[in-house]
């Protein structure tokens, strides 16, 4: 695979187990954020957005918590699978027209059997 | 099959040799973009476009050229490449100008500079 994630923080769960993946963004004005999944050799694929006036999103196993006052972001997977293992991106939009994105580092999630 | 499409996906060239890696979407996408991503530091926006003829440089467009003919196609230029354009390569498209904005990511091309 890519070795996109030399120096990536990574997160170790169980397999069944639920994940915390945290990010911390840039831009107080930013208004709308997205959640990235990206498996070795591929490239990043939308998991689930928020924007600025929710404080909560859920997906199918998946939610996003936005913190405003301390410009947090977390993803939440329910029920960890192997196939959940991968390297996840935070991405807020900058400016007010949804063309500027700004990528956090990563988080390398591994999943245990 | 919906996608965005990259070429080549894997490139090794020499320093100061003009290059072009295509884009290409077919999803009637109007707006398109470039990044590049190396270790440790993420995704980095190198140009955008949000339609034909309209395109705008994202945070480290140096050293790079882009041009929106056609709504499908978004070629990224390196018209004199350097070793520290070694990077991975991604192309992204989205449907919409404003509001949210899911883009759609190409596999990717690895360019390596001597």
């Known amino acids: 695979g890519e070795n996109v994630g030399l120096h990536l923080p990574t997160l170790s769960v169980q397999e069944g187990d639920n994940s915390i993946i945290n990010c911390a963004y840039s831009n107080s004005a930013s208004d709308y954020f997205i959640w990235y999944k990206q498996e070795s050799g591929k490239g990043p694929q939308f998991i689930i957005d928020?924007?600025?006036?929710?404080d909560k999103r859920q997906g199918q196993r998946v939610t996003v918590l936005l913190n405003k006052t301390v410009k947090h972001l977390s993803l939440q997977i329910a029920a960890t699978q192997p196939g959940d293992s991968a390297v996840y991106f935070c991405?807020?939009?900058?400016?007010?027209?949804?063309?500027?994105?700004?990528f956090g580092p990563g988080t390398r999630l591994s999943v245990l059997p | 099959e919906a996608q965005v499409t990259q070429n080549p996906r894997y490139l090794i060239t020499v320093t100061g040799k003009k290059l072009t890696v295509t884009c290409s979407q077919n999803m009637n996408h109007e707006y398109m973009s470039w990044y590049r991503q190396d270790p440790g530091l993420g995704l980095r926006q190198i140009y955008y476009?949000?339609?034909?003829?309209?395109?705008d440089k994202g945070d480290v467009p140096e050293g790079y050229k882009v041009s929106r003919k056609e709504k499908r196609n978004f070629p990224l230029i390196l018209e004199s490449p350097s070793p520290n354009q070694t990077s991975l390569y991604f192309c992204?498209?989205?449907?919409?100008?404003?509001?949210?904005?899911?883009?759609?990511f190409g596999p990717g091309t690895r360019l390596t500079v001597l």
């Open positions: 928020i924007r600025s006036n929710m």
């Open positions: 476009s949000m339609n034909v003829e309209v395109t």
């Open positions: 991405a807020e939009n900058i400016d007010n027209y949804g063309q500027n994105f700004v």
């Open positions: 992204a498209s989205s449907p919409r100008l404003a509001g949210d904005k899911e883009q759609f």
